[in-house]
């Protein structure tokens, strides 16, 4: 045997790893993890505010085109609605014989989504909800146009869906599964909760249909956000444009303040991603 073959029997005569050199490489690779955890972290976090930013920008453009089609602005719910429908309308849960989401079936009565069709419409001038009246009238006119192209004088259209969207959670927070059905039909953002619709009168509350100025989350959002909670104040008058938010990674509005009133979050303001039109 060799002089160096020699030696490397002597260091090491089983041919494994000592002690000291696995305690070496452990340590170097806890260092390594130490490195790519936090980087692989900030780069997911990242990707999904690109991906909430990406989402905004959508909905922004089809509720400005819902706008441009219809002369008004609607809910979150309806822009991936469809002209027409099956007569069933939104429920929760889900009617399992409901396979089409259309116009048509937001005017039906013992809408989850509240007094159909007077809590639709959004006047773009106002900001405000129409009055039903009005709303009705708007409806009807929806619906005629949609099957008589060409033959009723158009002043209103629906031409949708004017969107699509993949996430979407039950009302218990939890996200859906192959087979289950029972959504809000109000999109998601990255971080599981609904994107929210305001106007210059406030937040859209769902599913009453009506603008708040200030609430508790749990009030304003307790029925649609697993991260709802009591104890603090919102501030929800916060925008002069029709705008859209997600209340980003932390799932909250704004950033907490301390207020002679006490504690204060302002929606727009913090890790909150928005996109006015």
Same mark, same amino acid.
């Given at each position: 045997?060799?002089?160096?073959?020699?030696?490397?029997?002597?260091?090491?005569?089983?041919?494994?790893?000592?002690?000291?050199?696995?305690?070496?490489?452990?340590?170097?690779?806890?260092?390594?993890?130490?490195?790519?955890?936090?980087?692989?972290?900030?780069?997911?976090?990242?990707?999904?505010?690109?991906?909430?930013?990406?989402?905004?920008?959508?909905?922004?453009?089809?509720?400005?085109?819902?706008?441009?089609?219809?002369?008004?602005?609607?809910?979150?719910?309806?822009?991936?609605?469809?002209?027409?429908?099956?007569?069933?309308?939104?429920?929760?849960?889900? $009617?399992?014989?409901? =396979?089409?989401?259309?116009? *048509?079936?937001?005017?039906?009565?013992?809408?989850? &989504? !509240?007094?159909? #069709?007077?809590?639709?419409?959004?006047?773009?001038?106002?900001?405000?909800?129409? $009055?039903?009246?009005? =709303?009705?009238?708007?409806? *009807?006119?929806?619906?005629?146009?949609?099957?008589? &192209? !060409?033959?009723? #004088?158009a002043t209103t259209?629906?031409?949708?869906?004017?969107?699509?969207?993949?996430?979407?959670l039950d009302v218990?927070?939890?996200?859906?599964?192959?087979?289950?059905?029972?959504?809000?039909?109000?999109?998601?953002?990255?971080?599981?909760?609904?994107?929210?619709?305001?106007?210059?009168?406030?937040?859209?509350?769902?599913?009453?249909?009506?603008?708040?100025?200030?609430?508790?989350?749990?009030?304003?959002?307790?029925?649609?956000?697993?991260?709802?909670?009591?104890?603090?104040?919102?501030?929800?008058?916060?925008?002069?444009?029709?705008?859209?938010?997600?209340?980003?990674?932390?799932?909250?509005?704004?950033?907490?303040?301390?207020?002679?009133?006490?504690?204060?979050?302002?929606?727009?303001?913090?890790?909150?991603?928005?996109?006015?039109?």
């Amino acid at each position: 045997m060799g002089t160096m073959a020699k030696r490397m029997a002597y260091a090491n005569p089983r041919g494994g790893f000592s002690i000291l050199e696995l305690i070496i490489a452990v340590i170097i690779i806890g260092i390594l993890v130490a490195i790519i955890i936090p980087i692989v972290s900030q780069r997911s976090r990242e990707a999904r505010i690109a991906a909430a930013e990406s989402d905004l920008e959508h909905l922004a453009d089809a509720m400005h085109r819902v706008s441009i089609d219809t002369g008004y602005m609607v809910r979150l719910f309806m822009l991936d609605d469809s002209n027409g429908g099956d007569s069933i309308p939104l429920t929760i849960p889900n $009617d399992p014989n409901d =396979s089409i989401d259309g116009i *048509e079936d937001e005017g039906l009565g013992g809408n989850y &989504y !509240g007094p159909a #069709p007077s809590r639709y419409f959004i006047d773009g001038r106002t900001q405000d909800f129409i $009055d039903t009246v009005q =709303s009705q009238v708007v409806w *009807e006119e929806l619906l005629a146009n949609q099957t008589n &192209y !060409g033959v009723i #004088p158009a002043t209103t259209r629906w031409n949708g869906p004017y969107m699509n969207w993949r996430r979407d959670l039950d009302v218990a927070g939890v996200l859906l599964g192959p087979g289950e059905t029972a959504k809000d039909d109000i999109p998601d953002d990255p971080w599981g909760n609904n994107y929210l619709f305001f106007t210059s009168k406030g937040l859209l509350n769902e599913p009453e249909g009506e603008f708040v100025i200030r609430a508790t989350l749990a009030d304003a959002l307790g029925s649609q956000n697993p991260n709802a909670g009591g104890g603090i104040s919102y501030q929800c008058d916060v925008f002069d444009r029709p705008t859209v938010l997600s209340m980003g990674p932390d799932g909250l509005p704004g950033d907490t303040t301390t207020r002679s009133t006490g504690q204060t979050r302002i929606f727009g303001t913090g890790d909150d991603i928005t996109r006015s039109f």
